[in-house]
């Protein structure tokens, strides 16, 4: 058991899980009618299309295409777990319960406050499940591996901090642009502390998972609880 605790934390098992969840997104863009393409996108990818533009990479697809790219430069970068760590493919299957399981107890923690973490544009059921899908893959991506990075490379500037507390700083502070990020843009929700609060805490338990647990099993416990809320919102 501990040889799956330390093997599925790692790139490489978080590059393999996340697979699906990116295909799945994806493949439901585009089958996604082409007048509705350009506005639903989850609001993590469409902001990283945003900032891709302004260096002149454009394009409908060039996001998914360019974070694909760069998984599996991740996945080459860690080429010492092919020789270190034996592909289990009983380890998804558990990975998969254990996402789900956290995304229970997220549920629980958010105590019937029946929030998407995610903010749904679309009013078809499969946009939404998409667009759940892309905030599970995307938004961890963005708001936990590439933000708390930057923000702990930043600290690290100004602090003469140990490692662990700029990670756990960074966490937080990232935590707080996640909840705030909801409330940007014309899809945004209109600002509310309590859903501030929500979304905050939120973060804070989604951060922590990505540091005990990887952004393997992150992304799917993110997306497994939008999807468990939208079950709750339709069959009410």
Same mark, same amino acid.
């Given at each position: 058991m501990n040889s799956y605790w330390l093997s599925t934390r790692s790139p490489l098992y978080s590059f393999l899980f996340t697979v699906p969840l990116f295909l799945i997104y994806e493949i439901g863009i585009f089958l996604t009618s082409s007048d509705d393409m350009f506005v639903l *996108?989850?609001? @993590?990818? @469409?902001?990283? *299309?945003?900032?891709l533009a302004t260096f002149g990479i454009t394009g409908l697809y060039w996001v998914g295409v360019i974070?694909?790219?760069?998984?599996?430069? @991740?996945?080459?970068?860690? *080429?010492?777990?092919?020789?270190?760590?034996?592909i289990h493919s009983d380890y998804f299957l558990l990975m998969m319960v254990e996402s789900v399981g956290w995304s229970v107890l997220i549920y629980f923690?958010?105590?019937?406050?029946?929030?998407?973490?995610?903010?749904?544009? !679309?009013?078809?059921l499969v946009q939404q499940v998409t667009l759940a899908v892309g905030a599970g893959i995307y938004e961890e991506f963005l708001f936990r591996v590439l933000?708390? @990075? !930057?923000?702990?490379?930043?600290?690290?500037f100004i602090f003469q901090w140990s490692d662990k507390t700029r990670n756990w700083a960074a966490m937080v502070i990232a935590a707080g642009i996640f909840s705030s990020f909801h409330f940007i843009g014309e899809y945004g929700d209109f600002f509310s502390f309590n859903i501030f609060m929500v979304r905050f805490l939120a973060g804070?338990?989604?951060g922590t998972l990505y540091f005990l647990r990887?952004?393997?099993i992150t992304a799917w416990s993110h997306a497994v609880y939008d999807l468990i809320v939208l079950t709750r919102m339709t069959t009410q």
């Open positions: *996108r989850n609001g @993590a990818d @469409a902001l990283m *299309r945003q900032i974070f694909f790219i760069g998984f599996i430069i @991740a996945f080459i970068l860690q *080429r010492k777990y092919w020789e270190e760590t034996q923690l958010m105590t019937n406050v029946y929030l998407l973490l995610m903010n749904p544009t !679309g009013s078809m933000l708390i @990075a !930057g923000i702990s490379v930043i600290l690290g804070i338990a989604l990887g952004f393997g």
